[in-house]
């Protein structure tokens, strides 16, 4: 039996290696999917026990659960967190068919997730079971239990900066200025990781406020800083596809690359999956 991977209006599939990558990533796009009315559904394929300096895996694991599902109600979105070890992911059958289940049920039109040039081997682990299941999931005697689609749904890939073996290449570019204060308090409620393991990692432990408005700047701040030479890399494009004064004005974006292993959007297909995107 197949169903047909297809909506009438554009469904986003996040699969990510950890709670708050999604958000990290992709915060942009997620918030005007859901300005647009459209479903969206946010997945960390770990559990995220890993991501702390004090706290055991025992105490992470519940708690980074709660944090992914209050970020996820600040835009109405689903957000769940596997239960596949922070730390430890490989790209193994469990993984592939876990998503190949994930994929054929919730029917998404775009599934966003990491490129398989990253620093983190749990971004990798995901980024390579979701291609590898990209097609599969169009096969019927592939996890059998579940109907098989009729298509398999676009793939991109979230936007990072490295550069070995390629950059990404942009294919949509998205002003994500408009949504940086809902990115922000999605973020905020990953409160173990962003005002603690992070601020640990980046030896800013002792910056972070105490109040929680005070918060909520101090992050919009790192965040920012972080993802600012995004813009910076591609200021070429956003110039040639706006003009000088305005194509130099956007500081934060995000960028979007189509998988080669999953079906291929056609330009009206693309607009309306990158919705306010430039393509380039």
């Given at each position: 039996?197949?169903?047909?991977?297809?909506?009438?209006?554009?469904?986003?599939?996040?699969?990510?290696?950890?709670?708050?990558?999604?958000?990290?990533?992709?915060?942009?796009?997620?918030?005007?999917?859901?300005?647009?009315?459209?479903?969206?559904k946010l997945v960390s394929v770990t559990d995220g026990g890993a991501g702390h300096h004090e706290k055991t895996a025992a105490e992470l694991v519940p708690l980074r659960r709660?944090?992914?599902?209050?970020?996820?109600?600040?835009?109405?979105?689903?957000?769940?967190?596997?239960?596949?070890?922070?730390?430890?992911?490989?790209?193994?059958?469990?993984?592939?068919?876990?998503?190949?289940?994930?994929?054929?049920?919730?029917?998404?039109?775009?599934?966003?997730?990491?490129?398989?040039?990253?620093?983190?081997?749990?971004?990798?682990?995901?980024?390579?079971?979701?291609?590898?299941?990209?097609?599969?999931?169009?096969?019927?005697?592939?996890?059998?239990?579940?109907?098989?689609?009729?298509?398999?749904?676009?793939?991109?890939?979230?936007?990072?900066?490295?550069?070995?073996?390629?950059?990404?290449?942009?294919?949509?570019?998205?002003?994500?200025?408009?949504?940086?204060?809902?990115?922000?308090?999605?973020?905020?409620?990953?409160?173990?990781?962003?005002?603690?393991?992070?601020?640990?990692?980046?030896?800013?432990?002792?910056?972070?406020?105490?109040?929680?408005?005070?918060?909520?700047?101090?992050?919009?701040?790192?965040?920012?800083?972080?993802?600012?030479?995004?813009?910076?890399?591609?200021?070429?494009?956003?110039?040639?596809?706006?003009?000088?004064?305005?194509?130099?004005?956007?500081?934060?974006?995000?960028?979007?690359?189509?998988?080669?292993?999953?079906?291929?959007?056609?330009?009206?297909?693309?607009?309306?999956?990158?919705?306010?995107?430039?393509?380039?």
């Amino acid at each position: 039996m197949t169903t047909s991977a297809k909506s009438t209006s554009p469904r986003l599939l996040v699969l990510s290696a950890h709670p708050d990558d999604a958000e990290y990533h992709a915060g942009g796009l997620i918030c005007l999917y859901r300005q647009l009315g459209r479903a969206v559904k946010l997945v960390s394929v770990t559990d995220g026990g890993a991501g702390h300096h004090e706290k055991t895996a025992a105490e992470l694991v519940p708690l980074r659960r709660a944090e992914a599902t209050a970020a996820g109600q600040i835009i109405g979105a689903a957000y769940e967190t596997w239960d596949f070890p922070d730390g430890r992911l490989l790209p193994t059958l469990d993984v592939r068919e876990r998503i190949i289940r994930e994929i054929r049920q919730y029917r998404p039109d775009l599934v966003l997730t990491h490129r398989t040039c990253d620093y983190h081997p749990d971004h990798r682990a995901v980024a390579q079971a979701v291609q590898d299941a990209s097609y599969l999931v169009t096969v019927p005697l592939v996890v059998p239990e579940v109907p098989a689609l009729r298509a398999d749904p676009v793939v991109a890939y979230l936007p990072d900066l490295f550069t070995r073996p390629v950059p990404i290449r942009a294919d949509h570019l998205l002003d994500v200025s408009p949504y940086l204060d809902t990115i922000v308090r999605m973020l905020a409620c990953h409160q173990s990781q962003v005002f603690e393991w992070l601020a640990f990692e980046a030896r800013l432990l002792d910056s972070v406020p105490a109040g929680q408005q005070d918060r909520l700047e101090w992050l919009k701040t790192w965040f920012t800083r972080q993802i600012g030479p995004r813009a910076d890399r591609y200021r070429d494009a956003l110039i040639t596809a706006l003009g000088e004064t305005r194509g130099r004005e956007i500081s934060l974006i995000e960028m979007f690359e189509i998988s080669e292993y999953a079906s291929q959007p056609d330009t009206k297909q693309g607009r309306a999956l990158f919705p306010n995107c430039l393509p380039t």
